[in-house]
């Protein structure tokens, strides 16, 4: 079974940053794109960051310039580099990763970081 555990998250203060990190214990050939999730007090899970195999990578507006998504594929591990962190991002923070398994592409959710920003 695939498994997809984050760390790295924590309380600070407005202004603040902090870097998430999340590892696979899937093959490191099969893993595709990783990504960033959140969910807020709204409760809908939202993308913040993407990266793909090669290294590109997209940002939600409300993060561009302040995050940074980038992976080590040797170690099958994504992080999230959140600087000028501000209330709003306070969430649980969701790493995402596409796994191929034979000839299908499936995906897979760690149990979430709980980053929390407030001063």
């Known amino acids: 079974q695939v498994e997809v555990v984050e760390s790295g998250g924590g309380l600070v203060q407005p202004g603040e940053s902090l870097r998430l990190s999340c590892t696979t214990s899937?093959?490191?050939?099969?893993?595709?794109?990783m990504s960033w999730y959140r969910r807020g007090p709204g409760g809908e899970r939202n993308l913040v960051a993407r990266?793909?195999?090669?290294?590109?990578?997209t940002y939600s507006d409300s993060v561009t310039g302040r995050f940074t998504i980038s992976r080590d594929n040797a170690e099958n591990t994504v992080y999230l580099q959140m600087n000028s962190l501000k209330p709003e991002d306070t969430a649980v923070y969701y790493c995402?990763?596409?796994?191929?398994?034979?000839?299908?592409?499936?995906?897979?959710w760690g149990q979430g970081a709980q980053v929390t920003v407030s001063s």
């Open positions: 995402n990763v596409d796994v191929y398994e034979r000839r299908i592409l499936r995906n897979y």
């Open positions: 990266i793909s195999y090669g290294g590109t990578a």
């Open positions: 899937a093959s490191i050939s099969s893993v595709d794109m």
